[in-house]
């Protein structure tokens, strides 16, 4: 299983861009659930490795099957707590706070991580 989350900061949200991505394309951020964790404590522990920032109220938002390579993806919500933006240069390249008025390109709705930014834009 993998958990995958939006983290929001007043009126904006975190957004990462994968060394995989195409350019100018940014999504939320993922990560495996490790053997012995909690989903919440793979969320905190993978947004603190990809982007060093500490979150709080993680609130479930949903799940989806995705066949690369047969995980089961389970969605979040929560909020930003404390730390500055560091990327690991790894995995994320890149990370920024987007205002949600101005959105880089994001997955397509079809997606789990591109229902969660939809629907943070449809609440606004």
């Excluded at 940014?26 to 793979?42: C, K, M, N, R, W």
């Excluded at 603190?48 to 949903?62: A, D």
């Excluded at 989806?64 to 995995?91: H, K, N, R």
Aim: aromatic letters at 10%.
């Amino acid at each position: 299983p993998c958990v995958i989350t939006l983290i929001h900061k007043e009126n904006k949200v975190l957004l990462a861009h994968n060394v995989n991505f195409p350019d100018n394309f940014y999504s939320t951020l993922a990560g495996f659930i490790e053997p012995g964790e909690t989903v919440e404590e793979a969320l905190k522990r993978e947004v603190l490795e990809e982007v060093g920032v500490e979150v709080e109220n993680i609130k479930y938002f949903g799940s989806q099957s995705w066949p690369f390579p047969s995980q089961l993806m389970l969605a979040y919500t929560c909020e930003y707590d404390s730390g500055a933006i560091e990327v690991d240069g790894q995995e994320i390249v890149e990370a920024h706070w987007f205002d949600l008025d101005n959105l880089p390109n994001t997955p397509p709705n079809s997606t789990l991580s591109g229902r969660l930014i939809n629907s943070c834009t449809l609440d606004h």
